[in-house]
């Protein structure tokens, strides 16, 4: 069943009614100031980061799952009754209910006791702050006597020693109110330099500035005590709990409207002039009251909010296609691009499952997400490897992550997963064919995050290639270190201590354990490295990294090769792990999809013959699991894959970002079909007929589908910050669709469904729109194409002239029978 | 205004409106398995480490601020009304509630719709689980047709964990439901052995296991929608929340009263009988069973709570008192001890203000906490001094926090706290004079729990001198490190980052900074190092120890003189803290308790004198402020004291801890009535009767008491884990009742007040049971004391022949006008 809707005219998605399976969550802010916001307005909001810089308060996994937010209450004076118009926290049965999350933007509105209500939210371009714009309007036939009260539990800035450190952080709380704003200054009076703000359009009839005035010591958000009897109490906050709650007055006439702006904002001073009053420790609010006065102001409000509309409309339009499936249009076209754009400013920090005091980026996450938006920011992509590259260590490995606001390696996590460094080889190349920018292999960049230590990052990428070929193990295949892409398969881990790090604990030498998904990767790298040493025109190169891939690709092919399957790693004992021979395990999807990807098996029917394996062994209604038959059981030498129960996470479950990987093999032997199949089985605005099913929200990946074994299973879990957004862009509009940056050129060959007649897109690459028109005209993959009306010999269109604008290309598919 | 009263008899405090003005906490469980409870049920459970292996989720500060614990429902099915006869957490207005906290038990009661029930909780001595004994009453005339819902929410073991890492912990819980009983196993097919049960004495109708089918995805614990609808839905849990959930029938006839048991357990199985099942992984139940029998019946559960009452009685029996004042017998007798007991048990982890995940046990919070336990519990006092000086450091240093379960130090927060190695010296000083096993200090006990390292005790405590010694600065007094007792007093930090530690930065080299009260300490602890080797009859050291005090003594009345107070540090800059030529912080409590301890002043007139300046500068109607004025604003030079606003934690607050150190420096020169008025100021059951400004519970000690300063004057913050508790244990018993084991013998040399009549006490010692009779025979301090009716010359008792089990002690106190 569904709770909403899609309207893709004004790229929403309607929730109809509140009690979705899940609460249902959309992100704010694009720039510096970020905020998460659920369908009824709970979530939180952060400056830059997540952990460090968090305005407002936040208890995850709390019960009710999700509550605390920015909510507001209106209450009718005539009879004592309140409710929120967001229907959360107070949840009263409510006449009408939507909520629009849209792009950047979330408008929830109500009708209740003959009052409609509407609340936008949205974070003004180029602004620290966040704008709630409150419409009210009486329907009733008499005047209408409300109070609203607006409200926010400010965060004590550091998210984590906010949640923990109660001895100190009860004692530390400090707020000023002055002429209508309540300033949130904790830790001011020491070392930060940074406050935040709220204020309103309205008058402030009233306000709340410590929390247990406001809600009583022993009630909850749904029942504030000061909304229920009618008025705050002016209560200023020493310690405990700050919030912000602002009571404001709203006489309506009969069919009168009424908008009140309310303002959120996070504030820096420079350290020699933090204070108005030093002596009194008074903040100074120059640089605030310029933008409070700015933004109370509808006439702004409403311009800040085209602004943003225009920021949004400008990275789509890059990017536009119509195909005859409309799931595959509407992501396509807004939410798989907007949440590849999350997914860059957020990488796996914070969501509705990630609660942003995890703070690093990983290096295998961040070269992935760049595919997906590449393409709408490459300024900013190539900033992001080059901070990438430099936490490369001198062995050409990786730290696991790196810490965003340091751009150093995270000594926690540490280094040896061993197919993190070929990550960046594809990423670099993603990035080139995206821009033809080839400069940028000529930036120093150095190992480490140390000065002195610089070197071009083309030797970067040749350095990640030797790190391969220098840990390889007994049958000649990569070492897997602490794990590959599989985080969870620790083949060196061994670990019996409840608690131990999976991740970071190592029982073995390392030296026996062999993934075959890292040979597959080699390969592909490999390729990609000849194929960009070709454009650069370093023959030596070329030659080096063919010879590279030719020489895995037989230990692929022999020890990687179980019969009908790739396998997938040889554990500490030199056992295969995914083969028949396994009593668990047998088949895992990792192998399949890579090597297929490399091209390994297209010729001898291995790869066909892998890919009918996971059809009939892998694949499900809900998307293709990642390993089966499940692990039942612990084992000691697969580490956390086996901890699991069977069908969740790493252990069975529909492990969406390996999806991608088998849809692009499919296209590699031409079954258009079989990979939009396998596209609609995981997509979200497919799945959203089965939302009870499927819980979270319906217009993004999730990264885990439970999997056939599990008593849940199509049940999905951790939204929005996934690989999964990067790889089924790629899948779709590269493969699927075929239009697909190449160094040379733009490439145009698409392995669509068989009764796909046509489609159109749009793309702008390297500053020329490319209007596409494709159109089937007989059976199969073959395709002729002309530009310009002249007809070409490849796919790859030329690149046209300096100065052109637009190039249009013209593409039949098929053998005309 | 008071929330109730003081039931002396039952040893119970009696709570008799649910909304007080804080939730007021209680403990269970005093061997390896431990709860916390609030006045309306709210708290969890864990076994040994509040952070790895707690039973019951809970969520700090939340709103309300304590919501999640042991909740009972109860549903009347005629008119589908429920509620909890703990108010928590559905809050309806019920007819009458009672809380009664007491000794190990708590047991909330209410009335409702002509329904009462009781329920009462504790821990069995000697089990690793909690029973919840429900008696619920008809008090209609006609019959109750009820449905209760007894419900737990399991946390995922680690607290930490649990609270953070979602993306791992919604994919992992699982439960088995078998035969009455719930079993909660996640984590159990791989590294864990252990697992939590929860059964009832009745027959589950139903039940829940899965969090949001017990209270629906948005709705709290005040309305889950099972209970509102009346029917649990038979819930599996497979990741996300499992909870235990038990439904079951009440049915009564008029004045029908029935008792039900709910039990809550930890089990661990050896890790080759894990499984009863392995394939299907079905856990071993069979250690479990034999208890879910035993406890579920009314005869065992009664007696486990007459055995519970056994052992405190035992513990409490050993030091009671009858003194004029009700509130000093109240909290001798029984609460101040009971604090003492959870202090040792807890150390700082876990209260209604400290999370359990902070691990460590402090140096010195333990070795000060050690003065009000080893009376009840010297056997396990003695483990815990060897526990504490086998993470000493070989320089004589010590860690500044140890890991209980490791029982190292903690590298995290390191050394250096200048201070730590003193109170070695003092604890173990305080264990032999109370029990004479001068063998400890032979005990072999190694440094930095380095195998090979051992060295006697006695060594230990050479080396903490040695140590001080060691590290002087321009004055010669003693440099400070990192911080002395106060934490926050951070004089080589010099931190400008936000968020960076106050206690781990280090921006000066240390060789400058030093405390006077480390100085006035060291002439303490060498005092006592000189009385122990003479006990000891090792003449050597009794002269380098008084010299060493006598050295010391000097410098501290020279450089740590200010005039009219002592100082309390010089800064990196060479410049005095706590002097009047400062601006702010002119005057510190610490050095004028600790210098007057040691003797410092005594016959000079500057101990008078300091005295005479606490009291004009620093004592309050709330107690006895830590500095004044406080510091407006921070100083880099000063660090975590001045981060806190005036009035506030170390900067101007109470600082409870510091209190009795004057009350014993007062006693010292003969004031008893000075220091027992310091006494009542923060003494609970004194504050008892302004609860609504004191706030935290009324019987017991709170770590801070809001200062003079501080807009919330008089509120008290951290209640439970604090070194107060052991502290005005010691004053008043051993100073103002002066009731003080020495070396040789208990010492009975009372400074009470004037008008003071009469006290008797009865005190084991040394396994002598001393019947004490006091009597004021005139004004003054002067004591005749008579031993089995003869009067003997010292006010210390000579040690009575080996097999005495009883000495009867007549002291006369002042001087017969």
Known sequence: MRYGYFDDKTREYVITRPDTPLPWFNYLGCEEYFGL??????????????????????????????????????????TGTYWSPTWMPVRRQLDTFTCRHGIGTTTIASTFVGISAEVLYFVPMGQNLEIWRLRVKNLRDTPANLMSFASVEFCLWDANDDATNFQRNYNVGEVEVLDNVIYHKTEYRER?????????????????????????????WDSPQAVAKGACSNSIAHGWAPVGVIQSELILAPGEEREVIFLLGYMENPNEEKFEDQAKQVINKSRAL???????????????????????????????????????????????????MVTFNMSRSASGFETGIGRGMGFRDSTQDLFGFVHMVPER????????????LETGGAYHQYQPLTKRGNDAVGSNFNDDPLWLILSVCAYIKETGDRGVLDELVSYDSK?????????????????????????GLPLIGR?????CLNLNCFSSEPGESFQTTTGKDGKVAESVFIGGMLVLAAHEMAELADYLGNKKDVDFYNKVAADMEPIVTSHGWDGEWFRRAYDDYGNPVGSATCKEGQIFIEPQGMC?????????????????????????????????????????????ISSYPPGYKENGSVFCHTNPWIMISETKLGHGDKAFDYYKRICPSVREAISEVHRTEPYVYAQTIAGKEAPTKGEAKNSWLTGTAAWNFVA??????????????????????????????????????????????????????????????????????????????????????
């Open 483 to 487: 794990a590959d892409w599989n985080d």
């Open 37 to 78: 916001i659920s369908h009824t307005a709970g979530g939180y909001s952060f400056y830059k980061d997540a952990r460090l810089r968090r305005l407002i308060r936040y208890r995850y996994n709390n019960a009710p799952m999700d509550i605390g937010g920015r909510y507001i209450y209106l209450r009718d004076k005539a």
């Open 192 to 220: 930060r330099n940074h406050f935040a703000y709220f204020t309103s359009s309205a008058p402030m009839k009233a306000f709340d500035t410590q929390r247990e005035n406001f809600l009583g010591v022993f009630n909850g």
């Open 596 to 640: 297929v990807m490399a091209g390994i098996g297209l010729k001898d029917g291995k790869a066909e013959k892998a890919l009918q394996s996971v059809e009939k062994r892998l694949a499900t209604e809900h998307g293709i699991v990642v390993n089966n038959p499940g692990y039942t059981q612990y084992y000691l030498h697969l580490g956390e």
């Open 451 to 475: 000065p002195g230590s610089e070197q071009p990052l083309y030797e970067h990428l040749q350095r990640a290639i030797q790190y391969i070929l220098e840990r390889t193990g007994p049958h």
């Open 290 to 340: 310029p933008l409070i006065k700015q933004f109370t102001q509808a006439g702004e409000v409403q311009s800040a909010l085209e602004n943003l509309h225009h920021y949004w409309d400008a990275l789509f339009s890059r990017f536009q296609v119509t195909t005859p499936d409309e799931h595959a249009n509407r992501m396509i076209n807004i939410w798989n691009a907007y949440q590849c």
């Open 732 to 817: 779709i509009t590269q493969y699927i669709l075929g239009i697909r940056p190449t160094f040379t050129g733009l490439s145009v060959q698409p392995v669509f469904p068989e009764s796909w007649k046509e489609v159109t897109a749009s793309r702008l690459f390297r500053d020329v729109k490319y209007d596409i028109h494709i159109q089937r005209v007989g059976p199969g993959n073959a395709v002729e194409t002309f530009v310009e009306g002249r007809k070409i010999e490849t796919p790859v269109i030329p690149l046209p002239p300096p100065g052109t604008a637009c190039v249009k290309v013209e593409v039949k598919v098929g053998s005309p029978k």
């Open 381 to 392: 992509a190539r900033q992001r490897l080059l901070d990438i590259a430099a936490t490369q």
